[in-house]
């Protein structure tokens, strides 16, 4: 499985960016997705996570109302809509891919490379 990270960028705070994560390989139905993000000094933080099947959504308690998680299962493409964006929220995000819901850091079989979000005050 191979996942590609796409749509970061600079935003200034209070905007918006969607992030998208193409999945490609040998897939499976069953697996569950997610977001991570980790800012420079800190460990890789969970924002949340979607069941690729269901669509069944999990989120972090502080990213949820501002960041919402979807999929879209004809297009192999997992999205992450951030809104209201903080400088806090500055980091590279990363998606990911593993077999138990919902996904968790140490529940991650495959990683993809991260792409940068950097929120201007």
């Known amino acids: 499985v191979q996942l590609q990270a796409s749509g970061g960028g600079l935003v200034q705070a209070g905007g918006s960016l969607r992030l998208s994560c193409a999945v490609s390989?040998?897939?499976?139905?069953?697996?569950?997705m997610g977001w991570f993000r980790q800012s420079p000094g800190k460990g890789r933080e969970f924002v949340g996570s979607?069941?690729?099947?269901?669509?069944?959504?999990y989120y972090l308690d502080s990213m949820k109302g501002r960041f919402t998680i979807s999929r879209d299962n004809a297009k192999n493409t997992m999205y992450l809509q951030m809104n209201s964006l903080k400088p806090e929220d500055t980091a590279v995000y990363y998606c990911?891919?593993?077999?138990?819901?919902?996904?968790?850091?140490?529940?991650?079989?495959?990683w993809g490379k991260g792409t940068q979000v950097t929120v201007s005050s």
């Open positions: 990911a891919a593993g077999n138990r819901w919902p996904l968790a850091y140490n529940g991650v079989d495959y």
């Open positions: 390989g040998r897939t499976s139905r069953s697996y569950a």
């Open positions: 979607i069941s690729w099947n269901e669509g069944n959504t």
